[in-house]
């Protein structure tokens, strides 16, 4: 079994900043890219930000200069810096971790349940 939780989403103002975190836990033999994207009402789920193992990263453009995203690889656990935030940030965000289970050594992508970020004045 493998679990995700999330933490750090809420509601902040325009201009404000909140830090994702996603802990990847349970049979884990291995853990490749981390990555987080979010989904808005009504839109289609989209990529935020992956890191690579070797902290190679990739952004969406609309966050481009704004986020930030890290990896602790003791910690199994990814991490999302969102600065100066914007209305069309609000969504639900999830954590995507792609890993290697260390009972059946079986390498596929998890998700994690989402937490919500609202940015509103």
């Known amino acids: 079994q493998v679990q995700l939780a999330e933490s750090g989403g809420g509601l902040v103002q325009p201009g404000g900043s909140l830090r994702l975190s996603c802990v990847a836990s349970?049979?884990?033999?291995?853990?490749?890219?981390m990555g987080w994207y979010r989904q808005a009402p009504g839109k289609q789920r989209e990529l935020v930000a992956t890191?690579?193992?070797?902290?190679?990263?990739t952004y969406a453009d609309s966050v481009k200069g704004r986020f930030a995203i890290s990896r602790d690889n003791a910690k199994n656990t990814v991490y999302l810096q969102m600065n100066t935030l914007r209305p069309e940030d609000t969504a639900v965000y999830y954590c995507?971790?792609?890993?290697?289970?260390?009972?059946?050594?079986?390498?596929?992508?998890?998700w994690g349940q989402g937490t919500q970020v609202t940015v509103s004045s």
């Open positions: 995507n971790v792609n890993l290697m289970t260390s009972w059946n050594r079986v390498r596929r992508n998890y």
């Open positions: 890191i690579t193992t070797a902290g190679t990263t």
């Open positions: 349970g049979s884990i033999y291995s853990i490749y890219d």
